[in-house]
């Protein structure tokens, strides 16, 4: 599986931006995807996923309200929708996939065997 994230940008706070991440290869596999974020001098943290066999979604506290994420149809795009930035959520977004949900963590990077290359997000204050 491969996927490339796209959407990044420099944007105010209180804007928006809108990510996308397309996977290609296996994607009839693929069971759940995820977005991570990794700041400057930070460890890569979770933000959000969404578990295809249900539609279920899972948050960071810190972005809750504030984030949305989503999927295209044959499991092969994920989005992110992201509202009411703050300066905390400039980082780097990264993208991932698991093949297995049978003991899927959505919060734990190591649930996930497959990972994009990430799009930089900007907020000013």
């Known amino acids: 599986v491969q996927l490339q994230a796209s959407g990044g940008g420099l944007v105010q706070a209180g804007g928006s931006l809108r990510l996308s991440c397309a996977a290609s290869?296996?994607?009839?596999?693929?069971?759940?995807m995820g977005w991570f974020r990794q700041a400057s001098g930070k460890k890569r943290e979770f933000v959000a996923a969404?578990?295809?066999?249900?539609?279920?979604?899972y948050y960071a506290d810190s972005v809750k309200g504030r984030f949305t994420v989503s999927g295209g149809n044959a499991k092969n795009t994920m989005y992110l929708q992201m509202n009411s930035l703050k300066p905390e959520d400039t980082a780097v977004y990264y993208c991932?996939?698991?093949?297995?949900?049978?003991?899927?963590?959505?919060?734990?990077?190591?649930?996930?065997?497959?990972w994009g290359q990430g799009t930089l997000v900007t907020v000013s204050s």
């Open positions: 991932s996939a698991s093949l297995d949900d049978t003991n899927w963590v959505p919060a734990m990077a190591f649930s996930y065997e497959y």
């Open positions: 290869g296996r994607t009839f596999s693929t069971d759940a």
């Open positions: 969404i578990k295809w066999s249900n539609g279920r979604t």
